[in-house]
């Protein structure tokens, strides 16, 4: 049993029952590879934010990443993406390369930014990300600008957007909830409810836990599902992507899944205990698509190949960040709007 009411949703207990499309075995193992290779990268960059080699503050999105991995392999390339100041998760799922990635939150010229832009401006257009924002939910329009333009362009572009659980309440998301439903443009908002904003849970914060239930207000299709089953987040977006193409509408998903670290770098995290984190650790996204793995017949010492590579792959990208350049100092007024 979960250690207290915060946390007694577990992902597995979600509302809406999805017929899940089991992927191809190979599909999978490469999912895995990039959920592997996100988890590390992240780990690194929170030891780097500990060892004050970033500034400003660092969050990880480490215990979501079947979100964006599912979310990245059901869309496609020319389809938008929005999200919050965790998004390193979406950013490498959705092609960046991972030294230049890290290179970005470290402050380096090889970044995509050339530094300046960092974990809270992580961008990459030539990649369909668009933008991580400090903003609470200040991403949510911009993805519904992004569906406008598409629509108005008469492209079939997708766009969606992540945010959080406390954002579910910034007052802009539910003027966007409107203005998509009603014009039915082609945006997905997609939840990642990690059950607390910053260090409140959603049980002091809302009456009603159930988020997926608030865009129905607004006439929209929702989803509550869950967020750590990569299988289940590729066929909840693959429909809701389906939808939005063929001119019916935005839809809202709300994935349910756990943060696993701390809000961000030097996170006392003395509002839960450890047995909650513990509990959680059991259905975490790793731990789910290594266990399917084994269950469809691929080796444990496949597995742990692509566990040893990806640790190796990390161990260059770090060296290549942390090598490469500080930006130019005359280049400071370049490259930014005032
Ligand atoms: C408009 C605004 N208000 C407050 C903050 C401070 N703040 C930063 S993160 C955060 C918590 C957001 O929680 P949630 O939306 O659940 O996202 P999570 O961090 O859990 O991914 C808050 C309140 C902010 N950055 N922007
Ligand atoms: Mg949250």
């Not at 988020?211 to 590729?234: K, S």
């Not at 193409?245 to 809000?263: N, Q, S, V």
Request: aromatic share 8%; net charge negative; with cysteine.
């Amino acid at each position: 049993m979960p250690p207290s009411s915060n946390t007694e949703v577990l992902a597995r207990e979600a509302a809406t029952q999805l017929e899940v499309e089991q992927l191809p075995n190979d599909q999978l193992k490469k999912m895995y590879r990039m959920m592997v290779l996100i988890r590390r990268i992240e780990e690194s960059l929170l030891k780097a934010a500990e060892e004050g080699k970033i500034g400003g503050a660092m969050h990880t999105a480490i215990g979501h990443e079947a979100n964006a991995v599912g979310t990245a392999y059901a869309l496609r390339k020319g389809d938008y993406v929005t999200c919050t100041y965790r998004g390193h998760h979406h950013g490498l799922a959705w092609g960046m390369d991972p030294g230049r990635a890290v290179a970005e939150v470290l402050g380096r010229s090889d970044g995509f930014a050339k530094g300046k832009g960092g974990s809270m401006h992580f961008v990459a257009p030539e990649h369909g990300m668009m933008g991580s924002n400090g903003i609470v939910g200040a991403q949510v329009p911009h993805a519904a600008g992004l569906a406008l333009a598409s629509w108005i362009r008469g492209q079939d572009r997708v766009a969606i957007t992540f945010f959080g659980d406390g954002a579910n309440f910034q007052g802009v998301l539910h003027e966007t909830f409107n203005m998509a439903q009603k014009m039915k443009l082609p945006v997905i908002f997609y939840c990642e409810n990690n059950r607390y904003s910053e260090m409140t849970p959603i049980s002091r914060t809302s009456s009603v836990e159930e988020l997926y239930l608030f865009p129905r207000a607004y006439g929209m299709e929702t989803m509550q599902i869950d967020g750590n089953d990569v299988e289940v987040v590729y066929t909840a977006i693959k429909k809701a992507a389906e939808r939005a193409r063929a001119g019916e509408g935005p839809t809202y998903i709300e994935g349910l899944t756990y943060r696993l670290a701390g809000h961000m770098s030097g996170d006392l995290e003395t509002y839960r205990t450890k047995e909650e984190i513990d509990y959680h650790r059991q259905h975490e996204p790793l731990v789910v698509l290594r266990q399917k793995l084994l269950d469809r017949g691929v080796e444990e010492d496949a597995i742990k190949q692509i566990e040893e590579e990806t640790e190796q792959q990390v161990a260059e990208v770090v060296e290549f960040a942390e090598n490469s350049p500080w930006p130019d100092v005359a280049e400071a007024y370049t490259d930014v709007y005032k």
